[in-house]
């Protein structure tokens, strides 16, 4: 099925869960933010989180820095 992924269109099992999605990608769980949908996925939902055809994944990483 395809989604998009952070404005690009992405072609994922269907069946697919947030974690599932972020494993897929190599995405430590750990070290982003996901909205689906314009709504944020709490860590704890994220293996229960399925993802629809259409939908829209925004996946923020966060990054260390600065002084």
Not at 8 to 29: A, D, K, P, R
Not at 36 to 43: D, N, P, Q
Request: overall charge negative; charged content about 10%; aromatic content about 4%.
């Amino acid at each position: 099925m395809v989604i998009t992924i952070n404005g690009e269109s992405s072609t994922i099992e269907h069946g697919m869960t947030v974690s599932g999605l972020l494993n897929s990608l190599g995405v430590t769980h750990q070290a982003v933010a996901v909205m689906v949908e314009g709504a944020i996925v709490s860590r704890e939902q994220f293996g229960h989180v399925t993802l629809q055809p259409g939908q829209s994944v925004e996946i923020i990483r966060f990054v260390g820095g600065g002084y």
